[in-house]
């Protein structure tokens, strides 16, 4: 076994056993870390966490001689940093924390950036990583309990935003990935019209007593549209190739990692394919990738600027 191999079954492995340890010995609360875990579809939950990793493992294999998966000390480092860094502002941004004001709730989740970032400064590896420790240690730390299958979903995300590397031609690369997000995107707003009665089945309000009661706002339904209009102007009229390039691979993994989250709870929870895409998808990834078009630039900006002053 060669030493990229090695590593990167390594990293990915330790993925897998945290939310294996979390889901199947550590599922109660500690403290202020809540690893609470629906024991009823616990095995189901870490078949999908396993599919998760699988997935990334499979691009691996297929894009193995690529120096995108060079995974070091350096690399391990950025994951610890990462993922500690996307839990605090997870928490701290958590849907009981900013909410926006309107019919049913639409948590804000600002950290979402840092995964993006940390998968298109430091590698698909290191997103994948960043990604699905932090916002399950995150959500441990906001107290709701776990859904292992949406943190993995936040590792995908983290993983698709590094996937650039694997490209000679940047910009055509983003053209196609334009392309892509945007069917998608439009395709999942369609469906919110068709289905605009269907409730909001990330909605939390403890104080009144309501869970995924109430239908999501126009603004939520179309918050992904929104999304894409912010990121095509990035794309097109900033003059940086680094931050389009960071902004639009980060909204496809903010498209795919969020698609694989809600579409598994359509054998979890049971839910109808408008449940799991106007009724979780889109509350989540809308207002995402509105963040990922305004603060992914800023993050790129700034490691530049870092990298500039200490002369790498």
Same mark, same amino acid.
């Given at each position: 076994?060669?030493?990229?191999?090695?590593?990167?079954? @390594?990293?990915?492995?330790?993925?897998?056993?945290?939310?294996?340890?979390?889901?199947?010995?550590?599922?109660?609360?500690?403290?202020?870390?809540?690893?609470?875990?629906?024991?009823?579809?616990?095995?189901?939950?870490?078949?999908?966490?396993? /599919? %998760?990793?699988?997935?990334?493992?499979?691009?691996?294999?297929?894009?193995?001689?690529?120096?995108?998966?060079?995974?070091?000390?350096?690399?391990?480092?950025?994951?610890?940093?990462?993922?500690?860094?996307?839990?605090? *502002?997870?928490?701290?941004?958590?849907?009981?924390?900013?909410?926006?004001?309107?019919?049913?709730?639409?948590?804000?989740? #600002?950290?979402?950036?840092? #995964?993006?970032?940390?998968?298109?400064?430091?590698?698909?590896?290191?997103?994948?990583?960043?990604?699905?420790?932090?916002?399950?240690?995150?959500?441990?730390?906001?107290?709701?309990?776990?859904?292992?299958?949406?943190?993995?979903?936040?590792?995908?995300?983290? *993983?698709?935003? %590094?996937?650039?590397?694997? *490209?000679? $031609?940047?910009?055509?690369?983003?053209?196609?990935?334009?392309?892509?997000? %945007?069917?998608?995107?439009?395709?999942?707003?369609?469906?919110?019209?068709?289905?605009?009665?269907?409730?909001?089945?990330?909605?939390?309000? #403890?104080?009144?007593?309501?869970?995924? $009661?109430? #239908?999501?706002?126009?603004?939520?339904?179309?918050? /992904?549209?929104?999304?894409?209009?912010?990121? @095509?102007?990035?794309?097109?009229?900033?003059?940086?190739?680094?931050?389009?390039?960071?902004?639009? =691979?980060?909204?496809?993994?903010?498209?795919?990692?969020?698609?694989?989250?809600? @579409?598994? $709870?359509? =054998?979890?929870?049971? *839910?109808?394919?408008?449940?799991? /895409?106007?009724?979780?998808?889109?509350?989540?990834?809308?207002?995402?990738?509105?963040?990922?078009?305004?603060?992914?630039?800023?993050?790129?900006?700034?490691?530049?600027?870092?990298?500039?002053?200490?002369?790498?």
């Amino acid at each position: 076994m060669d030493k990229k191999l090695t590593n990167v079954v @390594l990293s990915l492995g330790v993925v897998l056993v945290i939310f294996a340890a979390v889901i199947f010995l550590l599922s109660r609360n500690f403290g202020i870390l809540n690893f609470e875990v629906d024991q009823a579809t616990a095995v189901l939950r870490f078949v999908f966490v396993v /599919i %998760g990793v699988l997935i990334a493992f499979a691009v691996y294999l297929f894009t193995r001689e690529n120096k995108a998966w060079e995974v070091g000390t350096r690399e391990v480092v950025w994951m610890a940093i990462g993922a500690a860094l996307y839990a605090v *502002f997870s928490f701290l941004f958590n849907g009981t924390v900013f909410v926006v004001p309107s019919l049913s709730q639409v948590a804000l989740r #600002p950290a979402i950036a840092i #995964p993006m970032f940390f998968g298109y400064a430091f590698g698909p590896v290191v997103g994948f990583f960043t990604g699905a420790v932090g916002n399950m240690f995150g959500d441990a730390l906001t107290g709701f309990g776990l859904s292992p299958q949406w943190s993995i979903g936040n590792g995908l995300i983290g *993983f698709v935003s %590094g996937l650039w590397m694997l *490209f000679r $031609d940047r910009k055509q690369s983003m053209n196609t990935v334009l392309w892509v997000s %945007g069917v998608l995107a439009v395709l999942a707003a369609l469906l919110y019209f068709m289905n605009r009665s269907q409730a909001n089945m990330l909605f939390f309000d #403890p104080a009144n007593n309501i869970f995924g $009661d109430a #239908p999501i706002t126009l603004f939520a339904g179309i918050s /992904i549209l929104i999304g894409l209009v912010l990121v @095509l102007a990035v794309r097109f009229f900033f003059k940086n190739e680094d931050v389009a390039a960071a902004v639009t =691979w980060g909204m496809l993994g903010n498209i795919i990692g969020l698609l694989f989250a809600s @579409l598994s $709870d359509i =054998w979890i929870n049971g *839910f109808s394919l408008a449940a799991a /895409i106007v009724g979780e998808f889109l509350p989540s990834a809308g207002p995402n990738l509105i963040f990922a078009a305004i603060l992914v630039p800023l993050l790129v900006l700034a490691y530049a600027a870092v990298r500039r002053q200490s002369g790498r």
